[in-house]
Structure formats: C-alpha cells, structure tokens
C-alpha cells in the first residue's frame, strides 16, 4: 500500500490492480502506485515483471479487473474513465511496440523524421494521404526534433536510422503536442553507452522545460 506523502495533484493512481491475459495469467497483481505532479519515477524489473504491462494499462490497452466493492482500480489525472485521444494529448507515450512499428518499416512504409514526429497529432503509426498536416504542424515537429537534437533526421528514413536516433525521434513525436507527462517504456533497450549517452543528455533537460516524466 501506498501512503500519500505530498499535496500536490495526483497524475497516475492505482489502488490494489491486477491485469490477466487471456490464458488467466495475471501480468500485474495488486498494484498500488501514485505519480505526482512533479515527480519524476523509474519503474524497475527484469523482462516478463510487468513493466510493459503497466505502459498498456495507462495507454487504454489493458483495463484491470473491477473491485468486488465497485471502488475505483485506477484514476489518470483524478479521473476513471477517459476518452482516449483525449488522454493522448495529455500523455506522450514512447513504447517498444511503437519503435518496433517504426523501425522494421510497417509504420505505411518507409517514413522521414519529421513525418514521425508529425504522425504524433493523430496518434498513427506515419501520415496518412486524408490527414491534413498544417504548417504549423510541421514547424512544431521541427522544433520538437531539434529539442532532441536531431533536427538532422528530418529527411532521414527511419529505416537508415541507428536505434538510438531511432528513440530520440519517437521522444520528439511524442513531445510534439507538448503533453503534460512522458512515458517511456524500456528506454535504453538496444543502446550501447555512447547511444544512451546522447539520448540521455537532452531528455535531461525537459523537466526543467516543464515535462513531467515516468517510466
């Protein structure tokens, strides 16, 4: 159990969570947690703990079991039910299912940086021929892209991209929309030292840009 150690707004609350897949296994048992404004936490664990799991239950994927008394499992921001486009807007999620997508060319072929990150306003796997991308879009992508110091990769295809530029983009798309938190799950998977090392050094910065983080 968790106890309430602060006043400020809660962002993420989970009272007593368990997830099942669909063979019955539970991927998460009675998981009790709250992330506040302003605080800045690293969820740790060895491959198949959950961690990835959790991503999901805070992305919509997953939705845990319902309390027997009806008492509410889990609030984002204060609140149990959440249109999930509109939750979008507010979390910037950088998940190993969405770099695998963009890294092994499925996201609708072969796609540019700043085709990525811009892809973040309508939270799809690359651009579409009926999505209307604005100007404004597209400058805020590149400055997204330069916060990551990769402004570079704009014309780059992801596919020629090394994994660690490869993240740094997927962090400006989620970025783009300027969310209120960032998820990132399993960060520094497939990075030598030098790649986290320059992937780290200008996430460094965002939250005293006003980004809050938890992952």
């Not at 897949?21 to 709250?34: E, G, I, P, T």
């Not at 939705?63 to 609140?79: A, E, F």
């Not at 009926?130 to 295809?157: F, P, Y």
């Given at each position: 159990?968790?106890?309430?150690?602060?006043?400020?707004p809660?962002?993420l609350?989970?009272?007593d969570?368990?997830?099942?897949?669909q063979?019955?296994?539970?991927?998460?048992?009675?998981?009790?947690?709250?992330?506040?404004?302003?605080?800045?936490?690293?969820?740790?664990?060895?491959?198949?703990?959950?961690?990835?799991?959790?991503?999901?239950?805070?992305?919509?994927?997953?939705?845990?079991l319902v309390?027997?008394?009806?008492?509410?499992?889990?609030?984002?921001?204060?609140?149990?039910?959440?249109?999930?486009?509109?939750l979008?807007?507010?979390?910037?999620?950088?998940s190993?299912?969405?770099?695998?997508?963009?890294a092994?060319?499925?996201?609708?072929?072969?796609?540019?940086?700043?085709?990525?990150v811009?892809?973040?306003?309508?939270?799809?796997?690359?651009?579409?021929?009926?999505?209307?991308?604005?100007?404004?879009?597209?400058?805020?992508?590149?400055?997204?892209?330069?916060?990551?110091?990769?402004?570079?990769?704009?014309?780059?295809?992801?596919?020629?991209?090394?994994?660690?530029?490869?993240?740094?983009?997927?962090?400006?798309?989620?970025?783009?929309?300027?969310?209120?938190?960032?998820?990132?799950?399993?960060?520094?998977?497939?990075?030598?030292?030098?790649?986290?090392?320059?992937?780290?050094?200008?996430?460094?910065r965002?939250?005293?840009?006003?980004?809050?983080?938890?992952?």
């Amino acid at each position: 159990m968790y106890q309430e150690m602060s006043d400020k707004p809660v962002l993420l609350r989970l009272q007593d969570v368990t997830v099942l897949k669909q063979n019955k296994k539970r991927v998460l048992d009675s998981v009790s947690v709250a992330i506040r404004e302003g605080e800045h936490t690293a969820i740790l664990g060895p491959n198949g703990s959950g961690k990835s799991s959790l991503i999901k239950l805070i992305t919509r994927e997953h939705y845990p079991l319902v309390h027997p008394d009806g008492s509410p499992t889990m609030q984002i921001y204060g609140r149990e039910r959440w249109n999930v486009f509109e939750l979008r807007t507010l979390l910037g999620i950088v998940s190993t299912d969405l770099q695998q997508m963009f890294a092994s060319g499925l996201a609708h072929g072969r796609t540019q940086g700043l085709d990525v990150v811009v892809s973040g306003f309508f939270a799809s796997a690359g651009l579409f021929p009926h999505q209307e991308v604005s100007e404004a879009m597209r400058q805020q992508g590149r400055e997204a892209l330069a916060m990551m110091e990769v402004e570079h990769l704009a014309n780059k295809s992801v596919e020629e991209m090394s994994t660690g530029e490869v993240r740094r983009v997927l962090i400006a798309r989620a970025l783009v929309y300027k969310p209120r938190a960032l998820v990132l799950d399993e960060p520094t998977t497939g990075l030598d030292l030098l790649a986290m090392h320059r992937s780290w050094k200008p996430s460094a910065r965002l939250p005293r840009a006003g980004r809050r983080s938890f992952w």
